[in-house]
């Protein structure tokens, strides 16, 4: 795969060494990339692992849209706190929508995890 689903460049050089495992997302926009990724490749183990182990909730794919494109709006992290606000735009049933959250982040270790988010 050349391009990367998530916009920033191409696959091998960008969310793919997350996805492997060969590396860590160093900030909470680089997580949320890698997990908008792995909702377009449907790598449902991956979104577990880094879905924060107090909210993780059961995850059932298979309603999964077809995942467009990301636009990051906003981000930022302080300490181990993080915050993106971002919309993904998905088809599903030959319509067009967008998913526009804010979410929550939360470093433990050297791991981002994702923690909740808003639905605007
Ligand atoms: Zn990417």
């Known amino acids: 795969?050349?391009?990367?689903?998530?916009?920033?460049?191409?696959?091998?050089?960008?969310?793919?060494?997350?996805?492997?495992?060969a590396r860590l997302p160093a900030s909470p926009e680089?997580?949320?990339?890698?997990?908008?990724?792995?909702?377009?490749?449907?790598?449902?183990?991956y979104l577990l692992e880094t879905w924060h182990p107090d909210t993780r909730p059961e995850l059932d794919l298979t309603d999964n849209p077809r995942w467009l494109q990301l636009q990051i709006v906003e981000s930022w992290q302080r300490g181990?706190?993080?915050?993106?606000h971002f919309r993904a735009f998905f088809e599903a049933d030959g319509q067009h929508g967008k998913l526009e959250e804010k979410s929550d982040f939360l470093k433990e270790g050297p791991r981002w995890y994702y923690l909740s988010g808003e639905i605007l």
């Open 30 to 45: 680089a997580l949320m990339r890698s997990r908008f990724s792995a909702f377009s490749l449907g790598l449902q183990d």
């Open 80 to 84: 181990n706190r993080g915050y993106v």
């Open 1 to 21: 795969m050349a391009k990367c689903p998530c916009g920033a460049g191409k696959y091998h050089k960008c969310c793919e060494p997350y996805h492997r495992g």
